[in-house]
Protein backbone atom coordinates (compact mmCIF):
# COMPACT_ATOMS: atom_id res chain seq x y z
CA UNK A 1 0.00 0.00 0.00
CA UNK A 2 1.28 3.42 -0.78
CA UNK A 3 1.66 5.99 1.38
CA UNK A 4 -0.10 9.30 0.70
CA UNK A 5 2.59 11.72 -0.83
CA UNK A 6 0.13 15.25 0.43
CA UNK A 7 0.55 14.27 3.91
CA UNK A 8 4.17 13.92 3.95
CA UNK A 9 4.81 17.25 5.93
CA UNK A 10 2.58 16.44 8.10
CA UNK A 11 3.83 14.92 11.52
CA UNK A 12 1.27 12.30 11.59
CA UNK A 13 -1.44 10.54 9.69
CA UNK A 14 -4.28 11.98 11.78
CA UNK A 15 -6.26 14.95 9.88
CA UNK A 16 -6.75 17.58 12.62
CA UNK A 17 -8.63 20.70 11.54
CA UNK A 18 -6.22 22.80 12.41
CA UNK A 19 -3.23 23.89 15.41
CA UNK A 20 -3.65 22.20 18.85
CA UNK A 21 -5.10 24.25 21.38
CA UNK A 22 -2.75 26.60 22.96
CA UNK A 23 -1.89 26.18 26.90
CA UNK A 24 0.59 27.31 29.17
CA UNK A 25 1.60 23.80 30.04
CA UNK A 26 1.83 22.79 25.98
CA UNK A 27 3.60 26.01 25.68
CA UNK A 28 5.87 24.90 28.68
CA UNK A 29 7.10 21.10 26.98
CA UNK A 30 7.97 22.68 23.63
CA UNK A 31 10.35 25.28 25.18
CA UNK A 32 11.79 23.17 27.12
CA UNK A 33 12.03 20.70 24.22
CA UNK A 34 13.53 23.32 21.64
CA UNK A 35 15.85 24.46 25.04
CA UNK A 36 16.99 21.11 24.41
CA UNK A 37 17.37 19.76 21.10
CA UNK A 38 15.86 22.95 19.15
CA UNK A 39 13.03 22.03 17.66
CA UNK A 40 9.93 20.15 18.73
CA UNK A 41 9.59 16.44 18.27
CA UNK A 42 6.66 15.60 16.11
CA UNK A 43 4.88 13.36 18.75
CA UNK A 44 4.93 16.21 20.99
CA UNK A 45 2.76 18.29 18.01
CA UNK A 46 0.34 15.51 17.42
CA UNK A 47 -0.06 15.24 21.30
CA UNK A 48 -0.65 18.45 22.36
CA UNK A 49 -3.87 17.91 20.34
CA UNK A 50 -4.54 15.79 23.79
CA UNK A 51 -2.75 18.31 26.66
CA UNK A 52 -3.18 15.48 29.55
CA UNK A 53 -1.72 13.15 27.43
CA UNK A 54 0.64 15.06 26.02
CA UNK A 55 1.94 16.29 30.24
CA UNK A 56 1.61 12.41 31.42
CA UNK A 57 3.62 11.26 27.99
CA UNK A 58 6.82 14.27 28.73
CA UNK A 59 6.39 13.69 32.74
CA UNK A 60 7.00 9.97 32.22
CA UNK A 61 9.43 10.75 29.99
CA UNK A 62 11.25 13.07 32.01
CA UNK A 63 10.97 10.38 34.84
CA UNK A 64 12.29 7.92 33.08
CA UNK A 65 15.00 8.90 30.38
CA UNK A 66 16.01 11.96 32.03
CA UNK A 67 16.18 11.73 35.99
CA UNK A 68 19.99 13.14 36.98
CA UNK A 69 19.96 10.77 40.02
CA UNK A 70 19.47 7.43 37.73
CA UNK A 71 22.00 4.40 38.34
CA UNK A 72 22.03 4.14 34.79
CA UNK A 73 23.99 6.56 32.60
CA UNK A 74 22.41 8.95 29.59
CA UNK A 75 24.42 6.55 27.44
CA UNK A 76 23.14 3.49 28.51
CA UNK A 77 19.43 5.17 29.02
CA UNK A 78 19.64 5.92 24.77
CA UNK A 79 21.45 2.35 23.86
CA UNK A 80 18.06 0.71 25.59
CA UNK A 81 16.09 3.45 23.65
CA UNK A 82 17.82 2.96 20.31
CA UNK A 83 17.59 -1.28 20.70
CA UNK A 84 14.43 -0.81 21.48
CA UNK A 85 13.29 1.51 18.61
CA UNK A 86 15.22 -0.52 16.35
CA UNK A 87 13.50 -3.60 17.22
CA UNK A 88 10.39 -1.83 16.55
CA UNK A 89 10.72 -0.63 13.21
CA UNK A 90 10.11 3.01 14.73
CA UNK A 91 11.90 5.49 12.19
CA UNK A 92 10.96 8.85 15.15
CA UNK A 93 12.77 7.09 17.99
CA UNK A 94 15.29 5.66 15.70
CA UNK A 95 16.69 9.24 14.26
CA UNK A 96 16.11 10.90 17.60
CA UNK A 97 17.53 7.89 19.76
CA UNK A 98 20.47 7.32 17.40
CA UNK A 99 21.43 11.47 17.80
CA UNK A 100 21.14 11.43 21.20
CA UNK A 101 23.81 8.62 21.27
CA UNK A 102 26.04 10.00 19.00
CA UNK A 103 26.01 12.92 21.62
CA UNK A 104 26.99 10.69 24.13
CA UNK A 105 29.23 8.73 22.67
CA UNK A 106 31.22 10.77 19.72
CA UNK A 107 31.19 7.81 17.49
CA UNK A 108 28.70 7.50 14.88
CA UNK A 109 30.01 4.30 13.60
CA UNK A 110 29.26 2.45 16.41
CA UNK A 111 25.69 4.16 16.83
CA UNK A 112 24.80 3.11 12.64
CA UNK A 113 26.46 -0.56 13.74
CA UNK A 114 23.92 -0.59 16.52
CA UNK A 115 20.64 0.36 14.40
CA UNK A 116 21.73 -2.32 11.96
CA UNK A 117 22.31 -4.87 14.82
CA UNK A 118 23.52 -4.14 18.31
CA UNK A 119 24.78 -7.82 18.46
CA UNK A 120 28.26 -6.67 16.03
CA UNK A 121 28.87 -3.51 18.09
CA UNK A 122 31.69 -2.93 20.59
CA UNK A 123 29.13 -3.03 23.41
CA UNK A 124 30.77 -3.54 27.08
CA UNK A 125 29.73 -6.30 29.21
CA UNK A 126 27.48 -3.99 31.00
CA UNK A 127 26.07 -2.61 27.65
CA UNK A 128 25.63 -6.26 26.05
CA UNK A 129 23.22 -6.71 29.74
CA UNK A 130 21.35 -4.00 29.25
CA UNK A 131 20.73 -4.59 25.16
CA UNK A 132 19.82 -8.14 25.90
CA UNK A 133 17.16 -7.24 28.54
CA UNK A 134 15.66 -4.57 26.16
CA UNK A 135 15.21 -6.88 23.52
CA UNK A 136 13.62 -9.66 25.72
CA UNK A 137 11.42 -6.79 27.34
CA UNK A 138 10.44 -5.69 23.56
CA UNK A 139 10.09 -8.91 22.26
CA UNK A 140 8.90 -11.40 25.02
CA UNK A 141 8.23 -9.63 28.43
CA UNK A 142 5.36 -12.29 29.40
CA UNK A 143 8.59 -14.79 29.07
CA UNK A 144 10.91 -13.26 31.33
CA UNK A 145 11.78 -15.20 34.73
CA UNK A 146 14.12 -13.98 37.64
CA UNK A 147 16.97 -15.85 36.48
CA UNK A 148 17.09 -13.48 32.92
CA UNK A 149 17.95 -10.73 35.51
CA UNK A 150 21.00 -12.78 36.46
CA UNK A 151 23.12 -11.42 33.31
CA UNK A 152 22.34 -7.65 34.64
CA UNK A 153 23.76 -8.24 38.12
CA UNK A 154 26.21 -10.19 36.41
CA UNK A 155 27.94 -7.06 34.75
CA UNK A 156 27.35 -4.85 37.53
CA UNK A 157 24.19 -3.50 37.57
CA UNK A 158 22.22 -3.47 40.62
CA UNK A 159 18.54 -3.23 41.82
CA UNK A 160 17.91 0.31 40.90
CA UNK A 161 19.36 0.04 37.70
CA UNK A 162 17.72 -3.12 36.54
CA UNK A 163 14.26 -1.10 37.84
CA UNK A 164 15.76 1.94 35.60
CA UNK A 165 16.32 -0.55 32.44
CA UNK A 166 12.99 -2.05 32.50
CA UNK A 167 11.41 1.61 33.16
CA UNK A 168 13.00 2.57 29.77
CA UNK A 169 12.80 -0.50 27.81
CA UNK A 170 8.71 -0.42 28.54
CA UNK A 171 8.66 3.80 28.04
CA UNK A 172 9.95 3.34 24.82
CA UNK A 173 7.97 0.74 23.58
CA UNK A 174 4.86 2.41 24.63
CA UNK A 175 6.25 5.40 22.57
CA UNK A 176 7.43 3.16 19.81
CA UNK A 177 3.70 1.75 19.49
CA UNK A 178 2.50 5.55 19.79
CA UNK A 179 4.20 6.36 17.06
CA UNK A 180 3.95 3.59 14.79
CA UNK A 181 0.00 3.57 15.34
CA UNK A 182 -0.22 7.11 14.09
CA UNK A 183 2.04 7.06 12.14
CA UNK A 184 3.89 10.13 13.24
CA UNK A 185 6.80 11.10 11.12
CA UNK A 186 10.59 11.26 12.02
CA UNK A 187 12.08 14.51 12.42
CA UNK A 188 14.72 15.45 10.07
CA UNK A 189 16.60 17.76 12.58
CA UNK A 190 17.35 14.60 14.44
CA UNK A 191 18.86 12.54 11.63
CA UNK A 192 21.24 15.43 10.73
CA UNK A 193 22.09 15.71 14.59
CA UNK A 194 25.70 14.67 15.92
CA UNK A 195 27.46 13.49 12.48
Request: glycine share 6%; hydrophobic share 45%; net charge negative.
Amino acid sequence: MALDATATDAPSWLRFPGAPPASTQTDAIFAATREKLGYVRHQQEVLAHKPAILAGVAALGDAVVRDPSGALSPRERELIALVVSVENRCEACVFGHAAALRGHSGDPEWVATIEVNYRRAALSPRERALADYAIQVTRAPSEILPTDLAPLREAGIGEDGILEAAAVAAYFNFSNRLNSALGIRANAEAYRANR
